[in-house]
């Protein structure tokens, strides 16, 4: 099935994606904060986030061979992980919280894509990582792209275009303009980079819901400065 669910459950709004349905996710909202964790059924300490920082590097938290606790909060903007019981968690008010799974392999990944982590490729380099540690096969690989600001409300200045201008040959492609004023529009590069990196396009569904015109559902830096964020999330097991 396609498309998304709003939910809301005891004053907790959350979207859920039909085609995640085979683990337990949820995108949050402005409405009940981290009330989503017990609207799912989780204990606050199965939660990992992460000190977000705009890069591209993404954490491998494999079951074997790797330390039973993180150094915390891990310093990257994605996490990869066969680890059943860990909810990978993402906070954002604007950037993009992306949820990835490939039930075949039973491998997980959230990554946090801002303009900065897109220029650096952070999703090519989220699918690269789960293929070369986990063997994911692309065509296995189910993406959901969370709720962001969209490109009605996301005006960037001549810097971010000229970045991406010199090393993004299909920038035109997220990246409008309308008169002298250029848009860039995140979940289209989000999607444009999935698809690049070998992801089947059917395969990745949105959430075309903008953070800054939906004051009712969404915290939005853009709209609010600093303001919440809110929590998506996503756990095998
Ligand atoms: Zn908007």
Known sequence: MKGF?????NGVAFIQLPTLSGVRHAFGTRKGGEGILAALGLEPQQ???LRQVHGAEVLVWKGKNSPEVLPYPPICDAVVTDRKGVALGIQTADCIPILIVDETKGVIAAVHAGWRGLWRGIMQRAIRTIQDT??????DVMVGIGPGIGPCCYEVQEDVVGLFQRSHDD???FIQKKGRRSYLDLPSATRLQLVKAGIPPENIEDIPLCTACREDLFFSYRRDGNTGRQLSFVMLG
């Open 171 to 173: 920038y035109q492609l």
């Open 134 to 139: 986990f063997g994911s096969t692309t065509a």
């Open 47 to 49: 939660l990992l986030t």
């Open 5 to 9: 669910e709003l939910k809301e459950q």
